[in-house]
């Protein structure tokens, strides 16, 4: 009997503390975090940080569209990588301008994000030249209150390359 009491005062519980909880919504949000580099971009990237903002508008009650501007910033190292070293040199930056999509179930959003990176690349004379390509993004984020955490995947499509990240950020939402 104690068991069934317990789970049915837990079932009661979790109900209250979603429901307290703010519904995801359509809005504005600034963040800050921490960009993980993976597959090839990992070897010779090291761990980096972002800042950014996005604005969205509610389209359906679960849907919002908007847009989402990002700075991304990596030290490179020496990675052995031709292509790689070739291409950026030892950093790599770069501003993401994309349309955002996300989906809200409670305090819960996956978003997808489409658009443009202006990034920091080499010429082959050796100047740093600043390059557009198409940049994508897609993940998975939780609100409460006014606070946001993000974790989301990241690739630039370049010449050479494509860098591709995870990022983890925190935000405030308005």
């Not at 030249?129 to 994508?136: I, S, Y």
Request: glycine share 10%.
């Amino acid at each position: 009997m104690t068991c069934r009491r317990s789970t049915l005062v837990s079932a009661c519980l979790a109900c209250l503390i979603l429901a307290s909880a703010p519904a995801a919504h359509a809005g504005a949000s600034i963040f800050a975090g921490v960009n993980f580099p993976t597959g090839d971009f990992n070897e010779g990237a090291k761990t980096g940080w972002a800042l950014g903002g996005y604005y969205t508008w509610d389209l359906l009650p679960l849907v919002d569209v908007g847009a989402t501007v990002a700075y991304n910033d990596f030290s490179l190292g020496l990675s052995g990588i031709p292509d790689l070293d070739e291409a950026f040199g030892t950093s790599f930056n770069a501003w993401e301008v994309e349309a955002l999509g996300q989906v809200n179930v409670l305090i819960f959003k996956a978003f997808l994000g489409l658009g443009l990176a202006n990034y920091t690349g080499i010429d082959a004379d050796g100047s740093d030249k600043r390059k557009t390509k198409f940049a994508w993004q897609v993940g998975l984020a939780a609100e409460f209150f006014i606070l946001e955490a993000r974790l989301g995947y990241h690739q630039i499509n370049t010449d050479a390359s494509s860098p591709n990240w995870v990022a983890l950020t925190l935000g405030l939402t308005f």
